[in-house]
């Protein structure tokens, strides 16, 4: 997937297109290249980046964004989920622009592979400590928009964030739970279309 059919995925996404006037600092990097998007004028220069976003007025809650919510947040969060429909969803972080919500992952959770599911929790370096959850498909079902990477597994972060700690074993049963209960709905969806 690619940032261009990303935008076919809705007629409410947009590319945001954010031009400003930067030092040299700024727009060039460690080597002294030009970072891309950056050209001179004059003894500064002007640096342009794309943003794919949604209007936040244009983001709804159904059922299965919620139960997304549920497994990432482990409640129904305000969380803002965009649902595409037939289980897929846009996950997205807040825009420079407060009028709108910045794409920033796109999963189809049509594609998981049900009984193929992992819930665990890590430790490693730096004092990470977390709960995760890893979720398979047979094809892509994952696509990064800022790195431009799809690939076949989900990954969701349970715990608040890498540092703060594993969720209890009653909190990961609840998320395991809201997880086949997404799985479920996404079956019915799929067969009925």
Not at 107 to 114: A, M
Not at 162 to 171: D, E, F, M, N, Y
């Amino acid at each position: 997937m690619q940032w261009k059919s990303i935008c076919e995925l809705s007629e409410n996404i947009i590319v945001l297109r954010k031009v400003r006037e930067v030092s040299a600092g700024i727009a060039r990097n460690y080597t002294g290249t030009l970072q891309p998007g950056c050209k001179p004028i004059g003894e500064n220069y002007s640096c342009a980046t794309d943003e794919i976003v949604v209007r936040k007025d244009k983001v709804s809650v159904p059922r299965i964004t919620t139960l997304v919510s549920r497994i990432m947040d482990g409640y129904d969060s305000s969380r803002s989920i965009i649902d595409l429909g037939n289980c897929k969803v846009m996950m997205t972080i807040p825009s420079d622009d407060l009028s709108y919500l910045s794409i920033n992952k796109v999963y189809d959770f049509s594609k998981v592979i049900k009984d193929d599911t992992l819930i665990s929790n890590r430790t490693g370096g730096l004092l990470e400590d977390y709960s995760e959850a890893k979720l398979f498909c047979q094809n892509e079902c994952n696509y990064e928009v800022l790195s431009d990477v799809s690939s076949n597994s989900i990954e969701i972060l349970l715990s608040k964030d890498r540092t703060s700690g594993q969720l209890s074993t009653a909190q990961l049963q609840k998320r395991k739970t809201s997880i086949s209960e997404l799985l479920e709905e996404c079956q019915s969806l799929v067969a009925t279309n």
